[in-house]
């Protein structure tokens, strides 16, 4: 099984409200990416968790916020964001280290802020 | 720092032409290279990877990449052209850890009948 599944695949929030973005992923991998992109662009790289441990933070604001239950599940919270984070988010797994062997991407959430 | 480049940010083919993308990286340490492919509000679907061994690899859909250390390279190629291949091409090179992804910027391919 080489699927990594997202949910919603479409969402629309208002500024003031909450949402999760989910994730889950059943390849064994024990690293596990959020990543922004926007039309046209390459993705951006948000959060990386490795072995269940936030090891990257690439300086997102406190409006996102990632967990990961288990090494299967990864979690964006979302709260009072701004229409320009209005995007795509791909969720992404893979094996750290020298087991690295490429990146698995979902299919993405479309996320729409009004 | 791990960097990529693609040359061109469009490139058109007719159908049944060759497809040529370009991708020169810049690395640390040994790279490890991939080539995603990503269609209309989709994920991106890995093509091809080099990690060791062999530098002629061959991906899905009948593309083929080749590392070449000496020109710091890793086209893509295949030798022709299907309308189902217009999409954009993203090439990326590994960070010093082997843990993330450095991106080019894409090039879209156009496929014309």
């Known amino acids: 099984d080489t699927e990594v599944t997202q949910t919603p695949k479409h969402l629309v929030m208002g500024m003031t409200n909450k949402k999760s973005l989910k994730c889950e992923q059943h390849m064994g991998h024990r690293a596990m990416y959020w990543y922004k992109q926007k039309a046209k662009k390459p993705p951006e790289l948000m959060f990386v968790y490795s072995y269940e441990k936030l090891s990257i933070n690439e300086s997102v604001p406190s409006r996102f916020s990632p967990e990961c239950p288990n090494s299967s599940l990864l979690n964006l919270h979302l709260h009072a964001l701004q229409p320009e984070d209005s995007a795509l988010y791909l969720c992404?797994?893979?094996?750290?280290?020298?087991?690295?062997?490429?990146?698995?991407f979902g299919p993405g959430t479309r996320l729409t802020v009004t | 720092a791990q960097s990529v480049t693609q040359l061109g940010s469009h490139v058109s083919v007719s159908e049944g032409a060759l497809v040529l993308l370009r991708c020169n990286y810049s690395?640390?340490?040994?790279?490890?290279l991939f080539w995603y492919v990503q269609y209309p509000n989709q994920g991106l679907q890995l093509l091809l990877k080099?990690?060791?061994?062999?530098?002629l690899v061959k991906g899905i859909n009948g593309f083929e990449a080749e590392f070449k250390k000496s020109e710091t390279s890793f086209h893509l190629t295949k030798p022709s052209a299907h309308m189902s291949d217009a999409a954009e091409y993203f090439c990326a090179v590994t960070n010093s850890g082997y843990s993330t992804l450095t991106f080019g910027k894409g090039t879209m391919l156009l496929v014309s009948p």
């Open positions: 690395s640390s340490v040994p790279p490890y």
């Open positions: 992404a797994s893979s094996q750290p280290g020298q087991g690295f062997s490429g990146q698995y």
């Open positions: 080099y990690t060791t061994g062999a530098t």
